[in-house]
């Protein structure tokens, strides 16, 4: 896969907005509790897989800004790279927004155990909290669906013509 200087360019693009958009919201990014709209910009990845990397960078960049920061930047980069992977390679869009919420709900959960917080009630909070983003982002990309000159801004390689 090469990857050219255009790519290099949109992936710092995509690193400093989802890094920079999670912090000016933190008050409900981070925590037991957390809405991180950021990660509407994950299903990028399944229109073209090399935004993996600006998201994933994106991710570890914000959550350097996290109260948890020694733990939320391994284990919540590995979560967002993990989901970024099964949304690469999922055939539908509805099931794109599946690994976000799995991923997320039982690795942050896990990280969230380190301060006193009950594992399960977590993996609930913030599968909720992610499944609120992915809905809405499902949403959103099904109406944008419609513009064909999206595809061309978002740089679409694979599933331009996706199902539900």
Same mark, same amino acid.
């Given at each position: 896969?090469?990857?050219?200087?255009?790519?290099?360019?949109?992936?710092?693009?995509?690193?400093?907005?989802?890094?920079?958009?999670?912090?000016?919201?933190?008050?409900?990014?981070?925590?037991?509790?957390?809405?991180?709209?950021?990660?509407?910009?994950?299903?990028?990845?399944?229109?073209?897989?090399?935004?993996?990397?600006?998201?994933?960078?994106?991710?570890?960049?914000?959550?350097?800004?996290?109260? %948890?920061?020694? =733990?939320? &930047?391994?284990? !919540?980069? +590995?979560?967002?790279?993990? #989901?970024?992977?099964? @949304?690469?390679?999922?055939?539908?869009?509805?099931?794109?927004?599946?690994?976000?919420?799995?991923?997320?709900?039982?690795?942050?959960?896990?990280?969230?155990?380190?301060?006193?917080?009950?594992?399960? %009630?977590?993996? =609930?909070? &913030?599968?909720? !909290?992610? +499944?609120?983003?992915?809905? #809405?982002?499902?949403? @959103?990309?099904?109406?944008?669906?419609?513009?064909?000159?999206?595809?061309?801004?978002?740089?679409?390689?694979?599933?331009?013509?996706?199902?539900?």
């Amino acid at each position: 896969m090469d990857i050219s200087n255009k790519d290099i360019a949109i992936n710092a693009l995509i690193a400093a907005a989802y890094s920079v958009l999670t912090i000016v919201i933190s008050p409900i990014s981070y925590g037991p509790i957390q809405v991180r709209v950021t990660e509407l910009m994950v299903l990028f990845c399944f229109f073209n897989k090399r935004y993996t990397i600006g998201l994933t960078l994106g991710c570890l960049l914000a959550n350097l800004a996290s109260p %948890m920061a020694l =733990l939320d &930047v391994p284990f !919540g980069t +590995l979560a967002t790279l993990l #989901a970024c992977i099964g @949304i690469m390679f999922s055939p539908y869009l509805i099931v794109a927004i599946i690994w976000p919420v799995l991923f997320n709900a039982f690795i942050v959960a896990g990280v969230l155990t380190s301060i006193g917080e009950p594992y399960w %009630m977590s993996v =609930l909070t &913030v599968g909720a !909290g992610e +499944l609120i983003v992915m809905v #809405a982002s499902y949403i @959103i990309f099904m109406l944008l669906k419609r513009n064909k000159k999206f595809f061309d801004v978002i740089g679409a390689r694979q599933h331009i013509d996706f199902k539900f």
